[in-house]
Nanobody, 124 residues
C-alpha cells in the first residue's frame, strides 16, 4: 500500500505561484509513475501533469503547459507541482496519484493510489 498526502495549497492572487507537494509513505514511489490531477466544483476530475518512473518523461495538459512543472525527489519520496502564472480557472482541489504505468496516469485509468487532495484558490 502507498499513502499519498498532498500539501502546499492555499489562496493566491492571479499571476502568483504555488508549489504543491505529494509525500508518499508505505512504499517507495520510485517504482510508480506519478501524476497530478484536479477537480473544480461541479466539474469532472482532469489530468494536469504526469511523470514517469525515472523522471525522464513528463507530460502536461495543454491548459497548464509552460506554466506548471512536475518533478520528483526520490530521496524524499515526494513529487512536486510547481505552478506559476496562476489563473482563476486553475482553482480546484489538486490530487496526487501513483500508478504502475505512465499510460495509466496519462489516461487517468486504472490508477492504483490517490491522495485526498489540497485546495488551490486563485482570487484577487
Amino acid at each position: 500500500q502507498v499513502q499519498l498526502v498532498e500539501s502546499g495549497g492555499g489562496l493566491v492572487q492571479p499571476g502568483g505561484s504555488l508549489r504543491l507537494s505529494c509525500a508518499a509513505s508505505g512504499r517507495t514511489v520510485s517504482n510508480y509513475a506519478m501524476g497530478w490531477f484536479r477537480q473544480a466544483p461541479g466539474k469532472e476530475r482532469e489530468f494536469v501533469a504526469g511523470i514517469g518512473r525515472t523522471g525522464a518523461l513528463t507530460y502536461y495538459a495543454d491548459s497548464v503547459k509552460g506554466r506548471f512543472t512536475i518533478s520528483r525527489d526520490y530521496a524524499k519520496n515526494t513529487v512536486y507541482l510547481q505552478m506559476n502564472s496562476l489563473k482563476p480557472e486553475d482553482a480546484a482541489v489538486y490530487h496526487c496519484a501513483a500508478s504502475d504505468t505512465y499510460l495509466e496516469i496519462l489516461r487517468m485509468r486504472g490508477i492504483d493510489y490517490w491522495g485526498k487532495g489540497t485546495l488551490v484558490t486563485v482570487s484577487s
